[in-house]
């Protein structure tokens, strides 16, 4: 299977149901409301999947991408399309294992943009949103998108974060956040 992403660039992906790329229309709705803040960022895309999140940040000028993915097939796949996409000024690397695990090893390092797009049913999101504001990992002007059902309503905000806005498509829903302080 493939999609297309900015610049209508195909990318691949995994067969079957092993990963849930962003619909289209989620895609481009976060990259509008994000307009202007792309080029030369550093983007954290969590729960990478296809890598069409961070492929997308990378077409349009983001400086470094960071993906962590527990799947080792789909590590592959995100190696191949962000290689494909990345210009040779741009930073990339594809991070395998825990998500929650892995956060910790970024401590120090810190985002302009992250997106988070676990599987739904999944028990990721308190503590992947837990672990990045542990870990600073958002810049004072940074915003993280979480993607989720639109009746997963059962995780609740970290001291440090506040929700920003919230947005619905369909069977897609996208809460995003910001720090709240600068002592963070």
Not at 10 to 38: C, E, H, S
Not at 145 to 164: K, M
């Amino acid at each position: 299977m493939s999609l297309r992403i900015y610049g209508n660039r195909q990318l691949k992906t995994l067969p079957g149901l092993d990963t849930r790329p962003t619909p289209a229309i989620v895609r481009q709705a976060v990259f509008n409301i994000w307009q202007g803040t792309i080029a030369g960022c550093r983007w954290l895309d969590l729960c990478t999947g296809s890598g069409a999140m961070g492929a997308e940040a990378l077409c349009r000028g983001a400086i470094v991408v960071i993906g962590i993915e527990q799947s080792g097939r789909a590590c592959g796949i995100i190696q191949q399309n962000w290689q494909q996409v990345a210009q040779p000024d741009q930073q990339f690397q594809v991070l395998r294992g825990d998500v929650v695990k892995r956060l910790s090893t970024l401590t120090g390092q810190q985002f302009d943009r992250i997106y988070f797009d676990p599987p739904y049913a999944g028990q990721l999101y308190q503590p992947v949103l837990d672990a990045i504001a542990a870990a600073h990992l958002l810049t004072l002007t940074g915003e993280l998108a979480v993607e989720h059902s639109p009746d997963r309503t059962d995780f609740a905000t970290p001291e440090a974060l506040e929700i920003c806005r919230q947005k619905n498509y369909g069977s897609t829903a996208l809460t995003f956040y910001r720090r709240i302080n600068s002592d963070l």
